[in-house]
């Protein structure tokens, strides 16, 4: 098989590069060579998918049995690289979001829920992130009409993950002490590993399929209470988690999801922010490993040589996540002088 990567060097990107190499594909990447080293054994095309010379190209570096696309965030971007490669390749695979859905997280969602209205010629400006990844399944649909597979990723974690969430926790953990741990300790969660995400469009990609998968990982394959667990155990088991309850936190101003990262109080904004369905994806062959194996691989790659600088660096803006320390100082205190 002759893959085409759009992006390929960076977590999600770089797990589905890493698959098809170890299944003996022809790798080739596009990106631009700024955010990180391709992996060894891909062929790289540099360009910017913005530009039609870099994408012109592009198309004459192929053709390929299948491109993946890791990094399309606005409908006329990536509707210019589906009609540039709309006969260079057989298939198009691309990465959406759960964030398609507008009932998305105060709802439960699948496949057959309503999603964003979105034109798939949108610009940058004509919505937020969600509402432009639903225009940009609508550009490849229309671009690869019977050859468009549209992958709907919920939380996704593992190794090489920089957008500081996992990553923040695991950090946080290995510093010790007392650690503000929110919400309920028996919340059911649905995380989904990076690397079984991009095994199963792989899979797809070889059965032929032309669909829509929403892809969140096993329901409620594991909670709250043992994912904080697993990361104080995993960096060596000198955190205390502190529980304190969402009245508590959201009285004292502290912002779900940002502050603690995948913190979601039982609000009604927040109601169903776990309880989307797999169960389409499930059915056609999605196998997940254990969470704690993800947090573990994770917290290996987080901790060796330059992987703190790599996970906290200036990635696509992220911004610093995650409580400041004097403020968890201040909450821990009002919480002992409470109770």
């Known amino acids: 098989?002759?893959?085409?990567?759009?992006?390929?060097?960076?977590?999600?990107?770089?797990?589905?590069?890493?698959?098809?190499?170890?299944?003996?594909w022809e790798v080739t990447t596009f990106n631009r060579g700024k955010t990180a080293a391709d992996l060894p054994g891909v062929r790289a095309v540099?360009?910017?998918?913005?530009?039609?010379?870099?994408?012109?190209?592009?198309?004459?570096a192929g053709p390929w049995d299948a491109v993946v696309d890791v990094c399309g965030y606005v409908p006329s971007v990536v509707g210019a690289s589906v009609a540039a490669l709309?006969?260079?390749?057989?298939?198009?695979?691309?990465?959406?979001?759960?964030?398609?859905?507008?009932?998305?997280?105060?709802?439960?969602?699948?496949?057959?829920?309503?999603?964003?209205?979105?034109?798939?010629?949108?610009?940058?400006?004509?919505?937020?992130?969600?509402?432009?990844?639903?225009?940009?399944?609508?550009?490849?649909?229309?671009?690869?009409?019977?050859?468009?597979?549209?992958?709907q990723?919920?939380?996704?974690?593992?190794?090489?993950?920089?957008?500081?969430?996992?990553?923040?926790?695991?950090?946080?953990?290995?510093?010790?002490?007392?650690?503000?741990?929110?919400?309920r300790p028996e919340q059911e969660m649905q995380l989904i590993d990076a690397?079984?995400?991009?095994?199963?469009?792989?899979?797809?990609?070889?059965?032929?399929?032309?669909?829509?998968?929403?892809?969140?990982?096993?329901?409620?394959?594991?909670?709250?209470?043992?994912?904080?667990?697993?990361?104080?155990?995993v960096t060596g088991g000198q955190a205390e988690p502190v529980w304190m309850d969402d009245e508590f936190l959201l009285a004292h101003e502290v912002a779900p999801w940002s502050e603690l990262p995948l913190w979601a109080p039982r609000t009604e904004d927040f109601a169903a922010v776990w309880g989307h369905s797999s169960a389409k994806a499930a059915a056609a062959g999605l196998r997940c490993r254990p969470v704690s194996e993800s947090i573990r691989d994770t917290a290996a790659w987080l901790f060796a040589p330059g992987g703190l600088e790599t996970a906290f660096d200036d990635y696509r803006n992220t911004g610093e996540r995650g409580l400041v320390?004097?403020?968890?100082?201040?909450?821990?205190?009002?919480?002992?002088?409470?109770?």
């Not at 320390?325 to 109770?339: H, S, T």
């Open 86 to 151: 709309a006969e260079s390749a057989a298939s198009y695979l691309f990465v959406s979001t759960i964030n398609a859905y507008p009932g998305f997280p105060a709802v439960s969602v699948d496949e057959r829920s309503p999603r964003h209205e979105c034109a798939p010629d949108a610009g940058p400006d004509d919505g937020d992130y969600g509402v432009l990844k639903a225009g940009c399944e609508r550009a490849v649909v229309q671009g690869f009409p019977g050859r468009t597979l549209v992958i």
């Open 195 to 233: 690397r079984d995400l991009a095994a199963f469009g792989l899979d797809r990609i070889l059965a032929g399929d032309s669909d829509s998968y929403l892809v969140g990982g096993s329901p409620a394959n594991t909670t709250w209470g043992d994912y904080l667990g697993t990361c104080v155990e």
């Open 325 to 339: 320390p004097d403020k968890e100082r201040r909450l821990l205190a009002d919480w002992d002088a409470r109770n």
């Open 153 to 183: 990723p919920g939380l996704i974690i593992g190794p090489g993950d920089r957008a500081r969430r996992l990553a923040w926790w695991l950090r946080r953990a290995s510093q010790g002490g007392r650690m503000v741990a929110p919400g």
């Open 46 to 60: 540099r360009g910017d998918r913005e530009q039609p010379k870099d994408l012109a190209r592009l198309v004459a």
């Open 1 to 24: 098989m002759r893959l085409l990567v759009i992006g390929g060097s960076v977590f999600l990107g770089q797990a589905f590069v890493a698959e098809a190499l170890a299944r003996g």
